[in-house]
T-cell receptor, first 116, second 109 residues
Framework: DAGITQSPRHKVTETGTPVTLRCHQT?????MYWYRQDPGHGLRLIHY???????DKGEVSDGYSVSRSKTEDFLLTLESATSSQTSVYFC???????????????FGPGTRLTVL | RKEVEQDPGPFNVPEGATVAFNCTYS??????FFWYRQDCRKEPKLLMS???SGNEDGRFTAQLNRASQYISLLIRDSKLSDSATYLC??????????FGAGTRLTVKP
């Protein structure tokens, strides 16, 4: 258990509305990630963070933004939700060894988002 | 072509059977390899890392073949509790992790 929580766990929203998902971790990990998981696809990286205010884009970042103002919180925002963003969203952390990410990732419980 | 490819299954096996999954990857520069397990409607959980020399953890054995760019997972003496989707994970060019779509296993009594 890596002490990761996500909120909300479920959300239904309408096209065009803004949505923010929160990932919270209690173990002071430097690296945090947002993924989406869709049928027939592996988890795909949306954005990641390597420290407070340090973020970068992943494979499928269009339509998403992130913020990390505190080590423990990593927020994912859909500025104007679309039906194609209906998915399960997972937050993850990577433990580090010697200051570098060791690539073993641990996931939060996920958020199921439906955009109507 | 996807960076990480897996047979989606489903694999349906009886209890006690031995089952093997393969996964191929396209990035020859990849250095980190993992198998994750994901139960229905749950988050993925790390099952084991895969090392060049191969490694074993109880009933689970992982192998890496760099020349052919595939990794494998062997499960011996399958249990009902092994029923899950198994995800193959490989690091990409920017050290981000690339996930396969998963192989579904059902172990039947």
């Amino acid at each position: 258990d890596a002490g990761i929580t996500q909120s909300p766990r479920h959300k239904v929203t309408e096209t065009g509305t803004p949505v923010t998902l929160r990932c919270h971790q209690t173990e002071n990990h430097r690296y945090m990630y947002w993924y989406r998981q869709d049928p027939g696809h592996g988890l795909r990286l949306i954005h990641y963070s390597y420290g407070v205010k340090d973020t970068d884009k992943g494979e499928v970042s269009d339509g998403y933004s992130v913020s990390r103002s505190k080590t423990e919180d990593f927020l994912l925002t859909l500025e104007s939700a679309t039906s194609s963003q209906t998915s399960v969203y997972f937050c993850a952390i990577t433990r580090t060894s010697g200051g570098a990410a060791n690539n073993e990732q641990f996931f939060g419980p996920g958020t199921r988002l439906t955009v109507l | 072509r996807k960076e990480v490819e897996q047979d989606p299954g489903p694999f349906n096996v009886p209890e006690g059977a031995t089952v093997a999954f393969n996964c191929t990857y396209s990035n020859s520069a990849s250095q980190s390899f993992f198998w994750y397990r994901q139960d229905c409607r749950k988050e993925p959980k790390l099952l084991m890392s895969v090392y060049s020399s191969g490694n074993e953890d109880g009933r689970f054995t992982a192998q890496l073949n760099r020349a052919s760019q595939y990794i494998s997972l062997l499960i011996r003496d399958s249990k009902l509790s092994d029923s899950a989707t198994y995800l193959c994970v490989v690091n990409g060019n920017n050290n981000d992790m690339r996930f396969g779509a998963g192989t579904r296993l059902t172990v039947k009594p």
